[in-house]
């Protein structure tokens, strides 16, 4: 049997690359010939912390990659011919992303359409379509409203685009990274705060007559900010938490200030099994329609050999001004 590259975490802060056996390929299941995988702020979190974990350590050969573009060499579906480039999104279950050939199942891969856009682009479509579906699970008006969105990763910019697309009359973005607010500039920020010079919360009363957001997005995942979501949102407003949590600890929480607000707070998890797909798929048309451009988001590439390195700039992103981190296997 043919082998292949492969990344996997072996302890807390490291993964390594090495060279393995392909395993088979069960029913059901497709054989995809990895391209490119990119790094999710999710990742970070269990290489590097230790959150979220699904498995013990060592972890199995390709996790926690779930975000790739590939072609499909062997099938075991008739619904995803060999040959296929696809969108691979993997429940992280399940997931072989940092694998040179990644066994998943056909409901997990969106064939990419024939576009002037890079494939590497299309590969946005994936975080892109986690943020189309947490919209479309929790849907909040939000015409002619004002908005904050904390943390300005690829995720938070793609909130950012899909709230001044909702129609928000003004929008307050938060982030550490000189260069991600000016990514956000272009898609649809009104006011930007790098939080490390300056404080948002006394930006937001200002701009609201002391009232706050009517809605609020949380896309970071780590205690401070969750808190000042609470602190951001006005009465009977709404705080989305989208940021899958850094830590597996409780977060100290001031509840009194939740209730006496009436807010209302939603999570969304799960998106890969959404029935056919569909915020995947409009992902995909939005970004090969050109309606937007994520080329200034694929900052910095490394091959998979490289794969610690490239954990490190982007658990560094202000040092390093990235912006989207990812593997290819070229």
Request: with cysteine.
């Amino acid at each position: 049997m043919s082998k292949m590259r492969s990344a996997r975490l072996v302890e807390i802060g490291r993964m390594e690359c090495d060279e393995i056996e392909m395993g088979p390929l069960q029913p059901g299941k497709v054989r995809v010939q990895t391209e490119m995988a990119s790094i999710c702020g999710s990742d970070l979190h269990r290489v590097k912390m230790g959150a979220l974990m699904e498995y013990e350590l060592p972890c199995p050969h390709g996790y926690p990659g779930h975000e790739g573009i590939g072609q499909v060499v062997e099938s075991q579906s008739e619904h995803l011919p060999e040959g296929t480039h696809v969108l691979t999104f993997p429940n992280t279950t399940t997931c072989e992303g940092f694998n040179e050939y990644q066994r998943i199942e056909a409901k997990y891969c969106l064939p990419l359409p024939n576009s002037e856009v890079s494939r590497p682009e299309m590969m946005m479509a994936q975080q892109f379509g986690t943020v189309i579906y947490a919209m479309k699970k929790h849907p909040r008006e939000i015409q002619g409203k004002t908005a904050v969105v904390i943390g300005q990763g690829s995720a938070g910019l793609f909130w950012t685009y899909l709230i001044k697309r909702a129609g928000a009359s003004k929008i307050i973005v938060s982030d550490l990274s000189d260069a991600r607010l000016k990514v956000s500039k272009k898609y649809g920020a009104d006011v930007c705060i790098n939080a490390g010079r300056e404080d948002l919360m006394p930006v937001v009363l200002d701009l609201t007559q002391g009232l706050g957001a009517d809605y609020v997005v949380e896309a970071v995942g780590q205690s401070q900010t969750l808190l000042q979501s609470v602190e951001a949102v006005q009465l009977d407003g709404e705080v989305h938490w989208f940021g899958l949590p850094s830590v597996d600890e409780n977060i100290p929480f001031s509840f009194a200030q939740f209730f006496k607000k009436r807010v209302r707070a939603v999570t969304t998890y799960g998106a890969q099994d959404e029935p056919g797909s569909s915020s995947f798929q409009e992902a995909l048309e939005l970004i090969h329609e050109k309606k937007i451009d994520v080329s200034p988001l694929l900052s910095h590439r490394y091959p998979i050999e490289d794969i610690n390195l490239a954990m490190e700039v982007a658990h560094r992103p202000v040092e390093e001004e990235a912006l989207k981190v990812s593997v290819h296997f070229g």
